[in-house]
């Protein structure tokens, strides 16, 4: 009878332990959740506020007139689609696409070529590896005003810009005497400046991808009797396809946002051969220059809208295009 109650004695002494562990693991459970809450509640306010919102109201303004942005609502007049059906029947925002289409595929190709070809060469083992990863990517810390200044003013000057100066050193003086900055040839200047000052940051973003792949591979694959060229297109390219990814997207994203450059190269008027579609919203939304006669904030969100809707396509491609294999690094 007495080893009996020992034994109940037991049991719910083990059970009062089991109960106060399971109390005291929700507790914990319960104040971990407290403390998730406490320090994420800040950066969802601020991610509603400051990202949410803006997206909800510039979709919700694509779809009326307005004449300010600061406008309220209730002096919106709704229009339906006619800012989209604008769009689509004026030619400046034709021209528009059309040279931000060239920057994105020309650009795109000349940037992410010449960036891939330096990131290849630093991470090969050549000397003073910093120093030139250092120079290639200096244009990146400069602003863009005192970059597109320094092209206009030092590089494309027609009497005394580097440009010229090479051109005639060379015996070229047929070529020197182009007039860079003239509307023909315009669109093109922007075009390589531009270029020049984006192909270090995507190399930074080479280099760190093929930093990764193991220094294992390229030894067997030297061993093997494979040279650089065949190193590069049956290990790096392979192990690469998500950096590449992220190129392609960083690119679109800034090249959508195309905006400092077309200003610049166009300080007087807004020109029709650097016209992009950021500088054309800029100009609808507020009215300056001369190709706006009419301030509709509205059609300015449409054409942000549109630019929105363009990258998600360029992204949507890019994830089916290019797929990540399985593979290890």
């Not at 004026?90 to 190709?109: C, D, E, Q, R, S």
């Not at 500088?279 to 009215?287: I, K």
Request: proline content about 3%.
């Amino acid at each position: 009878m007495f080893q009996r109650e020992g034994w109940h004695r037991c049991k719910a002494a083990v059970t009062l332990i089991k109960w106060g562990e399971q109390m005291k693991e929700h507790k914990k459970k319960n104040s971990n959740r407290g403390m998730i809450i406490t320090f994420l509640a800040p950066a969802v306010i601020i991610f509603l506020v400051v990202f949410l919102y803006p997206i909800i109201r510039t979709v919700m303004m694509s779809f009326y007139k307005i004449d300010a942005v600061t406008d309220k609502m209730a002096d919106w007049t709704f229009t339906g689609l006619a800012n989209y059906q604008k769009l689509l029947s004026t030619p400046i925002f034709a021209t528009a696409m059309l040279n931000i289409l060239k920057i994105w595929l020309i650009g795109g190709i000349i940037v992410l070529g010449l960036s891939l070809l330096f990131a290849v060469i630093l991470t090969s083992g050549i000397r003073f590896k910093k120093f030139f990863r250092a120079v290639i990517y200096m244009p990146n810390i400069i602003s863009a005003v005192a970059l597109a200044t320094m092209w206009q003013q030092y590089v494309y000057n027609s009497k005394f810009g580097l440009l010229t100066s090479v051109l005639k050193a060379l015996h070229l003086d047929a070529l020197a005497k182009t007039p860079w900055l003239d509307p023909d040839h315009l669109f093109w200047s922007m075009l390589f400046a531009y270029c020049f000052g984006m192909v270090g940051y995507h190399m930074l973003i080479w280099c760190s991808g093929i930093e990764r792949i193991s220094p294992d591979l390229f030894e067997a694959a030297t061993i093997d009797g494979a040279n650089k060229p065949k190193q590069f297109w049956y290990i790096s390219r392979p192990l690469l396809k998500g950096v590449f990814k992220t190129n392609i997207t960083m690119w679109s994203v800034s090249t959508a946002a195309f905006f400092v450059w077309s200003q610049l190269f166009s300080t007087v008027t807004a020109s029709k051969s650097t016209m992009v579609p950021v500088q054309y919203m800029y100009l609808q939304t507020f009215g300056a220059g001369n190709a706006v006669t009419d301030r509709n904030a509205g059609y300015g969100a449409a054409i942000g809208i549109v630019l929105c809707i363009c990258i998600v396509i360029i992204f949507t491609i890019t994830n089916r295009v290019i797929k990540n294999d399985d593979l290890e690094f």
